[in-house]
């Protein structure tokens, strides 16, 4: 087991572009979630996985973001036309159990320009 | 008032001393209280958990966690370089999403 894996590492993109990441999580962990976490500030919740269900969403994902997570395996969050405010890192974590222990993974660095 | 506070530092000592590392908090439903360490450019590393009030120990990691006061804390004894991350308070109620704290820096000067 290699822990949490995302993809890509670094994205740099312009500005009103797409971008996907993708999340690749422990592999028997039900629970998947994604955060985004900017300089100096602890990761914030945007969503989450049991299975392939999308049980709670933040108010911080607004409709331009979407996530999924076909057949409770890997997830794609997308992105659509960034914003620069939408520059951050983009952490992925999975859990077993109640999900109290989640496991990130490296983050996915996007950069909007 | 954020849920969660905590001290951003940079804080600097040298190596071998005991670091203390603390987190207040607003939110009285709070039940599980994590410590998280991320290294530059990296993930967050749980380092461990409590649940509800009282100490745990975990090699040279001791947590502490007071609800009365809605104060914790993480105490590292013998601090060594490789302690030198941002380290990162977290909660979360006994059903909700977890809530972290800004972090704190924390540099170890051999």
């Known amino acids: 087991d290699t822990g949490v894996s995302q993809n890509p590492r670094h994205k740099i993109t312009k500005r009103g572009q797409n971008v996907t990441f993708r999340c690749d999580p422990i592999s028997e962990h039900n629970r998947l979630y994604w955060y985004r976490q900017t300089l100096g500030q602890g990761p914030e919740f945007l969503t989450y996985f049991q299975n392939e269900a999308q049980l709670e969403k933040s108010r911080l994902l607004s409709d331009r973001f979407s996530a999924e997570r076909p057949k409770g395996s890997f997830s794609t969050l997308e992105i659509q036309r960034t914003e620069q405010g939408d520059s951050a890192m983009y952490l992925c974590?999975?859990?077993?159990?109640?999900?109290?222990?989640?496991?990130f993974g490296p983050g996915t660095r996007l950069t909007v320009t | 008032q954020k849920e969660v506070e905590q001290d951003p530092g940079p804080l600097s000592v040298p190596e071998g001393a005991i670091v203390s590392l603390n987190c207040t908090y607003s939110n009285s439903a709070f039940q599980y209280f994590m410590w998280y360490r991320q290294y530059s450019r990296k993930g967050p590393e749980l380092l461990m958990y409590t649940y509800s009030s009282g100490n745990k120990e975990d090699g040279r990691f001791t947590a502490q966690v007071d609800k009365s006061s809605k104060y914790i804390s993480l105490f590292i004894r013998d601090s060594q370089p490789s302690d030198s991350a941002t380290y990162l308070c977290?909660?979360?109620?006994?059903?909700?999403?977890?809530?972290f704290g800004p972090g704190t820096s924390l540099s170890v000067i051999p």
């Open positions: 974590a999975s859990s077993s159990g109640q999900g109290i222990e989640q496991y």
């Open positions: 977290a909660m979360r109620t006994s059903y909700d999403k977890v809530i």
